[in-house]
């Protein structure tokens, strides 16, 4: 098969580790006879500086020419908050999400067995293993909801900010986790503040009719709140969990720091059509940008989500993972993950490795 990628390098690290994502690709290519063919989109800091706006005219045709789009990272200190609007890279991304409609956040949270020693709970809770995908609702709540700024008579300046979902949005979500519980262990635990909010009323509701719907997925209700606290004691007990955009914000971010460095975690943001949108959960890191520090293992993992969830190529999603974890357990360290005594490798190095492994 032959699948078209737009390549959005973007700022910092990101051309460093989209280029060993890119050499794996070419190895999986190799292995299981496909094609890969690549288009690089200007996007973020590097575009305000070519072309003067961080997004760039057509770049959203440009993606949607593509079976699926893989993004480095953008921004960095140079295109800061000083910067009209359209020359800030977090416009980009934002405006990039909107229009290829990914209103779906999928974000794994993996404990891999060579790096157990990076998980900072408990040694006994570590050794259970940590395996779960946070479903987060990316584009209604809170986020997008009206908000409003206004000087009263006798309270001084009141805002508020509008938490608004609709029975379709919250559905949406809800059949992508229950469809991607299917492909896992079967388990959808959904999070919500039922005991306080109306729009999580609704949600519970909605959530409820689809759990009939699937009755071979074991499902729960989960106060945020509750859920926040068993992250922490026990994040072996979730398969899958999905929340609206701003629980799910909260919540992923925990659960990344509970499996130890920021450099291993891939995502996937996702609509119901292509292309679907796949990146580190990192940032730029300007502070080791350009040498040869970076950990490329977050996008890499990214590119197998691609093969899973864009191309439904299991087989080769298997492959780059299972290279990954024989990297790492036969001890091989980019410097973000090293233990003390362990000389560290460099980002071409650790995706040369990857290639070997696949
Ligand atoms: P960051 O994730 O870029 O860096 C945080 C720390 O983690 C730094 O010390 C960095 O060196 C380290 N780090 C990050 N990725 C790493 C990797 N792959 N290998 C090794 N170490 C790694 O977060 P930040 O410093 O808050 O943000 C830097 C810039 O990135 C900002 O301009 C921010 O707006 C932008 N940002 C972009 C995205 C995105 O593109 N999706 C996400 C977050 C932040």
Redesign the pocket.
């Known amino acids: 098969m032959n699948y078209k990628i737009a390549l959005i390098r ?1 700022d ?2 990101g051309p460093e ?1 989209v280029g060993e994502a890119v050499k794996v690709l070419e190895a999986v290519g190799e292995k299981f006879g496909h094609t890969f063919t690549y288009e690089d989109v200007l996007l973020g800091g590097c575009a305000t500086d070519a072309v003067g706006k961080s997004y760039p005219d057509g770049t959203a045709e440009k993606c949607r020419a593509c079976d699926a789009v893989l993004l480095g ?4 200190p140079k295109w800061g908050s000083d910067r009209p609007a359209e020359q800030r ?2 416009t980009a ?1 934002l405006a990039i999400r909107k229009d290829l409609g990914l209103y779906a956040n999928l974000r794994p949270a993996v404990l891999r067995p060579a790096l157990a020693g990076a998980c900072p709970l408990k040694k006994e809770t570590a050794e259970k293993g940590i395996d779960l995908m946070m479903v987060r609702e990316l584009t209604g709540g809170i986020y997008f909801g009206k908000r409003d700024r206004y000087q009263t008579e006798d309270r001084g300046e009141e805002a508020t900010d509008l938490m608004a979902y609709s029975e379709k949005e919250i559905e949406r979500i809800g059949r992508r986790a229950f469809e991607l519980s299917r492909l896992r262990r079967h388990k959808v635990s959904s999070v919500d503040k039922a005991n306080v909010l109306e729009t999580s009323r609704l949600w519970r509701s909605v959530m409820h009719r689809l759990a009939a719907e699937y009755p071979d997925v074991e499902y729960e209700d989960v106060l945020v709140d509750n859920c926040a606290m068993q992250i922490v004691r026990d994040p072996g007990q979730f398969d899958v969990v999905v929340t609206e955009n701003m629980f799910g914000d909260i919540l992923s971010d925990e659960a990344s720091m509970v499996t130890g460095s ?2 291993l975690l891939p995502s996937a943001s996702i609509g119901d059509t292509a292309p679907g949108l796949y ?2 959960i ?7 940008a350009g040498q040869d ?3 490329p293992i ?1 996008t890499i993992l990214s590119v197998a989500m691609m093969m899973r969830y864009s191309f439904h190529l299991s087989a080769e999603a298997d492959a780059i993972e299972r290279a990954v974890d024989a990297v790492l357990s036969a001890g091989w360290r ?1 410097p ?1 993950i090293a233990e003390p005594g362990v000389t560290p490798i460099g980002t071409r190095k650790m995706g040369d490795l990857i290639c070997a492994e696949i």
């Open positions: 973007g910092g690290i580790v990272a953008v921004g960095g890279p977090e991304l920021i450099g990146e580190p990192h940032g730029s890191a300007p502070d080791i520090k970076a950990n977050a980019t973000d």
